[in-house]
């Protein structure tokens, strides 16, 4: 039997069910860092599709940045909610990162600057193509500066780049 191992593109559809709303419990894996950003139990809380985070990401232009913190601002202001969910919004940035590196290598168009979105606190993303280094050439070659922090890399000021919610 032949399996069939699904690619990054793959992973970037849409799913069902999803957009989807839920209330806020102190157990969900999102949890401490909503609180974090402001969120309280009882608040609606938005699991979007990765569709919706790579949106974010392809508009975001050069010399700016963004981070997953501002993307879950931006998603909860498109879905008239209190947050969105950190977790998923996570793991779909990293789809798309990787989506659009196995896109290029396929010789397909994909313009999501992926590089330019950052962890919270500018940190650079060890789970991109090539890893941290790969994401500090490319924000180098924009011109952006980078600092090691003991074993991460972060973008230098990184909050005066960011692009406005």
Known sequence: MVSHKKSWQDKMANKKGIPKVLILEKNFPCYPPLAKMGAKVGDRVVLTNPTDVAEVMNNIP??????????????????????????????????????????????????????RTLKSAGFLNDKYPGGQEAQRRLLEEEGFKIIKRGKKFQVADYEKYLVGV
Not at 76 to 105: H, P, Q, R, S
């Open 62 to 115: 050069q010399g700016k940045l963004i981070t997953i913190n501002e993307i879950c601002r931006k998603l909860a202001k498109k879905f008239k909610v209190d947050a969105c969910c950190t977790l998923t919004t996570g793991i779909f940035i990293m789809t798309a990162a990787n989506a659009a590196e196995e896109a290029k290598k396929e010789g397909k168009i994909n313009n999501n600057p992926y590089w």
